[in-house]
């Protein structure tokens, strides 16, 4: 069943001579479950395409379809609660709350919409992540990896339809890289998770089951690995 879809998918910067195509009738479909990769040069438009996906830009023209609704045409507060509760981002940067503890970082979307956490699942996540013992401490008192370990949990804890990770290891060592693609995996595999990477690393890429490369805003490969 398809969890996404982008249609003619299409996105300008400026006009006249100076107008710049960053997307350019950008069209496929994602199934519920798969662990995507998308790859390209810097200026490819797959950037923009992560922008448009995680409702934090809107195309020029197209539609792009999650788990049912075209997020393109809805308005800013009605895209915000869509975003907030059906897709999950993971940023190169983290981006968690530095006054917050972890606990309140991976509950932050939660509260956000007004619902308190399911303590079942809470438990779930945070011992998948490992991050048990570090469940008081401030973003400013753990590692990279930890700190991205948060950022998954919170982009899981609504179950959202789409996750969205953005370069999640640009910011990490090798071996911490690796960890946090095995944690994205492990939560595709044994949960069901719908993943999407944005990434330039060729050996994460290559780790997807399938690849799609733009260039130049557009898609010229798309091929499945496994």
């Not at 190169?92 to 303590?119: A, C, H, M, S, W």
């Not at 048990?132 to 401030?138: I, Y």
């Given at each position: 069943m398809k969890v996404l879809e982008t249609v003619d998918l299409c996105k300008t910067y400026g006009s006249g001579d100076t107008m710049v195509k960053a997307l350019d009738n950008v069209s496929f479909s994602v199934e519920r479950g798969e662990f995507l990769a998308i790859v390209g040069p810097s200026g490819s438009g797959k950037s923009t395409l992560m922008h448009i996906l995680g409702g934090v830009d809107t195309p020029t023209?197209?539609?792009a379809i999650i788990d049912g609704t075209d997020i393109s045409k809805l308005d800013e507060t009605a895209l915000a609660i869509f975003r907030r509760r059906?897709?999950?981002?993971?940023?190169?940067?983290?981006?968690?709350?530095?006054?917050?503890?972890?606990?309140?970082?991976?509950?932050?979307?939660?509260?956000?919409?007004?619902?308190?956490?399911?303590?079942?699942?809470?438990d779930n996540i945070i011992d998948r992540l490992g991050l048990?013992?570090?469940?008081?401490?401030?973003p400013s008192?753990?590692?990279?990896?930890?700190?991205?370990?948060?950022?998954?949990?919170?982009?899981?804890?609504n179950n959202p339809a789409l996750m969205?990770?953005?370069?999640?290891?640009?910011?990490?060592d090798s071996a911490n890289s690796r960890e946090i693609i095995s944690l994205l995996r492990k939560f595709n595999k044994e949960l069901g998770q719908t993943v999407i990477i944005i990434t330039h690393d060729e050996n994460i890429a290559l780790s997807a089951d399938r690849l799609i490369e733009i260039r130049d805003g557009r898609i010229v490969r798309d091929e499945r690995r496994a």
């Open positions: 023209s197209g539609s059906q897709i999950g981002l993971v940023y190169q940067f983290y981006n968690l709350i530095p006054i917050l503890t972890v606990e309140e970082n991976l509950t932050l979307p939660l509260l956000l919409d007004g619902r308190k956490p399911d303590k079942r699942q809470l048990r013992e570090r469940l008081t401490h401030l008192q753990l590692s990279g990896g930890q700190q991205q370990r948060v950022s998954i949990g919170r982009a899981l804890i969205l990770a953005d370069e999640p290891t640009g910011n990490l």
